[in-house]
């Protein structure tokens, strides 16, 4: 039928409810009707189509339908041309000009959430200027995050005797501890963990979670033959580090053969920020005897470092100086801090000589305006950085600058070195130089208290002529030393510097293959078990960080009992650091519910 023959029949035609009944009843053939009823069936089906194509087309056109083909049905009603014009007229006018504020509505309500989202990454990068806190939530960030991490899948539920446990234990430790000693995820009540196996954290109801973060059991939770060796000293003596015992001896012969030759004497002691404390006073000490450096008790570090929480460290920590809110400044008076040589996001870029050499000549300009700095110091890989790997070339070059000008140079290995680079036993090795001293800590005993110092024997030589003995009480005891040395039998019985090469591999493998279908992931980055994933808000167009998205996917994986940690300067990096006894069953865990994201 077509719209001439309908506008001909319609005036013609008229309307009851009897006619209209027996249309929808099916007692009338639309095809053999009268033309009331062929008129009253297109103006019906015009309704329908407008009604649909409201729902899915433009709207302003579909009203317009909507309201011409009403016609029909308000002439059969009231038999008024008039009538007939002015009442679709006067529902599409107010109909139109209602969506319109609805949709000026919505513009704005768009625009302020555009512009809100833009505030809060003020706000983030605010926090961010002040520090980064692992896994710490903030409670305004709480009710967005955590909540859509919980709607968008089916949350593991915990004990309520566990949340309440949690709760208890915090309010405890906030009034005996210091008001600066953090917890992981303190704003939900905590997370209890009184037991671990491997690659697990277990509580006390027995729900087991995957460690993604812990670095320190780096043979995994538990070991059986490292918990024995243990069991066994403490058995005998534990007692002052300055009497003979014959595995004080064992362990410091096995720990060197891990070292080039030239690195060939041990100081022992108990934690990573010890050792730093103590490898910085070696260096200064040689710097002073060499007297080549005119500045033999200034310090070159990294930007966004972090070495350790003593007075000394914490000047040349660029990672905590961000953190304080009391306006000082913690920045020592012999540090000079120069750029994180962050390829990805960083001022220069590329993974390429050239951006080595860009970021080494900042380390050249401060020992050519100083005249000679007594130390350099960096990690083998940046972590609280953001897992930042070091460009080729960089540390070759930063450390001939310093060594020509009287400098010593300090390779930080206390997160990177125990085989977790999969490639050597120590990081910096990768880079294919020689450090004049070597700091290490963390893993050593995978959790119990050891960490120490390794250096050229002319450093050490400097660091005694001053007649000053060294001693620590504790450093080197025999029960750690027993620990200590199974901690070196296990990686080489069980092969994990090779393990940890092909599942870092395994696991880099997959997530490059997610970040292909993830735009916010910017940059996948690290060697063997220290990996890094940063998210941005474009890895095609726009490289500002995005940590609303990195803290969404650690409460994601937190609720699924798999435990990462996210740091960087802006917070948007998820730091991987497996025990190194991980194998693909864990990998597969990790990159399979992230691939459900």
């Known amino acids: 039928m077509n719209f001439t023959n309908v506008t001909s029949q319609w005036q013609g035609g008229g309307f009851s409810l009897e006619s209209l009944t027996k249309f929808m009843e099916h007692k009338v053939d639309p095809y053999t009707a009268s033309g009331e009823m062929k008129l009253i069936a297109t103006s019906l089906c015009f309704i329908l189509v407008a009604m649909l194509s409201l729902a899915f087309s433009d709207r302003s056109k579909c009203l317009l339908v909507l309201c011409i083909s009403a016609a029909p049905l308000v002439h059969d009603l009231f038999h008024s041309y008039m009538l007939t014009f002015m009442i679709p ?12 504020v609805d949709v000026k509505k919505n513009r704005a309500a768009k625009v302020d959430s555009k512009e809100g989202k833009k505030t809060t990454m003020r706000k983030q990068n605010r926090k961010h200027a002040r520090g980064s806190f692992l896994l710490h939530t903030d409670p305004k960030e709480l009710s967005k995050t955590i909540k859509s991490a919980r709607m968008s899948m089916k949350q593991i539920e915990t004990d309520t005797k566990l949340i309440e446990l949690g709760r208890e234990l915090i309010s405890k430790r906030s009034k005996s501890l210091g008001p600066n000693v953090s917890c992981f995820y303190a704003d939900e009540g905590g997370l209890v963990i009184t037991k671990g196996e491997g690659s697990y954290l277990i509580d006390p109801a027995g729900n087991r979670y995957l460690d993604c973060c812990n670095n320190v059991a780096a043979v995994g939770h538990s070991h059986p033959k490292v918990v024995k060796a243990g069991i066994n000293a403490l058995s005998e003596i534990q007692t002052n580090s300055r009497f003979l015992h014959p595995s004080h001896q064992r362990y410091i012969d096995k720990l060197l053969n891990t070292f080039p ?103 050249k300009d401060i020992v050519e305006e100083t005249n000679g700095v007594g130390v350099f110091i960096a990690e083998s890989v940046v972590g609280c ?41 120590w990081h910096f090795q990768t880079y294919g130089v020689v450090p004049d001293i070597v700091s290490f ?43 200590a040395e199974s901690v070196l039998d296990v ?29 916010c992931i910017g940059d996948v980055r690290g060697q063997g078990l220290f990996l890094g994933i940063e998210f941005v808000v474009s890895r095609q167009h726009d490289l500002r960080p995005d940590a609303e998205v990195c803290k969404f996917v650690v409460d994601f994986l937190r609720y699924q009992r798999i435990i990462v940690s996210r740091d960087g300067p802006d917070h948007n990096v998820i730091k991987i650091k497996p025990p190194l006894v991980w194998q693909k069953t864990e990998a597969d865990t990790l990159l399979a519910l992230l691939f459900r994201l």
């Open 261 to 363: 030759a030239e690195l060939d004497t041990v100081y022992l002691v108990n934690s990573g920020s010890e050792a730093n404390d103590l490898a910085l006073r070696i260096a200064r000490a040689h710097a002073d005897v060499q007297g080549i450096a005119t500045k033999p008790n200034d310090v070159i570090c990294l930007d966004s470092a972090y070495h350790g929480h003593t007075q000394s460290l914490v000047e040349i920590s660029p990672y905590k100086w961000y953190q304080n809110i009391d306006g000082k400044d913690y920045k020592g008076p012999h540090t000079h801090v120069v750029s994180l040589p962050d390829t990805f996001r960083g001022k220069h870029r590329g993974w390429n000589k050239e951006t080595g050499l860009a970021y080494s000549n900042e380390v």
């Open 385 to 425: 950085g953001g897992q930042v790997c070091l460009p080729p070339g960089y540390l070759a070059e930063c450390y001939d600058v310093v060594r020509g000008n009287g400098g010593v140079v300090i390779a930080d290995e206390i997160q990177t070195g125990f085989a977790r680079s999969g490639e050597h036993f």
């Open 89 to 100: 007229s006067g529902i599409f006018s107010s109909l139109y000009f209602a969506l319109r």
């Open 491 to 519: 990686i080489e019985e069980e092969n994990l510097l090779k393990n940890a090469n092909d599942i870092g591999k395994y696991i880099v493998d997959g997530l490059l293959r997610l970040q292909n279908d993830y735009d």
């Open 441 to 483: 800590g963390k893993p050593c005993g995978n959790g119990y208290p050891i960490a120490g110092v390794v250096c050229k024997r002319e450093v050490a030589e400097s660091f005694a002529k001053s007649g000053i003995e060294y001693f620590n009480t504790y450093g080197g005891n025999s029960v750690a030393c027993s620990i």
